[in-house]
């Protein structure tokens, strides 16, 4: 399953949202026509469907009618069509909203996440810790940088949740090492800096100049949102 499914023939505008969406923390996938995210739904599921009007082959509006008819999946229409009537017939065929375009990004942020907050409820919130491009989920303990899942131990998802839970603060190493293995455990303190690499080699664009979990020599570590 995916966060939200994108349906938009114009690739240039798909990549451009598609990257912000990421940027907040779901994850993405793109048809370019409306046979394209028929056959994904078929397959797959997506919990928001964005959606365009002027596809080709088989229209945003039957596509519409056809996810309608799956489920109660919420569904956002972006659309140059800004005629009364072609708003009505989205709002009948069963979207939840009506972009005009060109769109305005941070209207659409705003929208999408109102709508995951409505149908999701706000549980998610509570469980979904979020920071930059990485998102914790901590019911499900997944953990996604830039949309894609990482496959963490769980020793490097302990890590990782406590370092991000102090953001700004810095921690020293045998805070650390107690938390995360405890003060009677047999591992030695070297673990921790051996799994501090394995985290910066997962969630830095450059592991050998971190800009997320930084070294405080002489005392441990701090980690900064970026």
């Known amino acids: ?84 009537e072609s708003k009505m017939n989205g709002f009948q065929l069963g979207a939840d909203d009506y972009i005009e375009k060109p769109v305005d990004i941070d209207i659409l942020r705003a929208k999408i996440a109102a709508l995951f907050k409505r149908f999701y409820d706000v549980h998610e919130s509570a469980a979904l810790l979020r920071s930059g491009d990485i998102v914790i989920d901590q019911d499900s303990m997944q953990v996604t940088y830039k949309g894609k899942e990482l496959n963490l131990t769980i020793k490097e998802y302990d890590l990782l949740l406590l370092l991000i839970e102090n953001k700004g603060k810095t921690m020293n190493k045998e805070y650390l090492f107690n938390e995360i293995w405890g003060a009677n455990s047999f591992s030695e303190n070297q673990t921790l800096t051996v799994h501090i690499k394995m985290l910066r080699d997962k969630i830095e664009e450059d592991s050998r100049n971190p800009m997320r979990i930084k070294t405080v020599w002489g005392v441990g570590y701090r980690y900064e949102e970026i």
């Open 1 to 84: 399953m995916v966060d939200i499914l994108l349906v938009e023939d114009n690739k240039e505008l798909s990549n451009l949202m598609s990257k912000f969406l990421v940027k907040d923390g779901y994850t993405v996938c793109c048809a370019m026509s409306g046979e394209e995210a028929e056959d994904f739904l078929l397959k797959d599921k997506a919990r928001l469907i964005i959606l365009d009007i002027m596809l080709p082959g088989i229209d945003g509006f039957a596509v519409c009618s056809y996810i309608r008819q799956k489920g109660d999946i919420p569904i956002i229409i972006i659309s140059a069509m800004v005629d009364k």
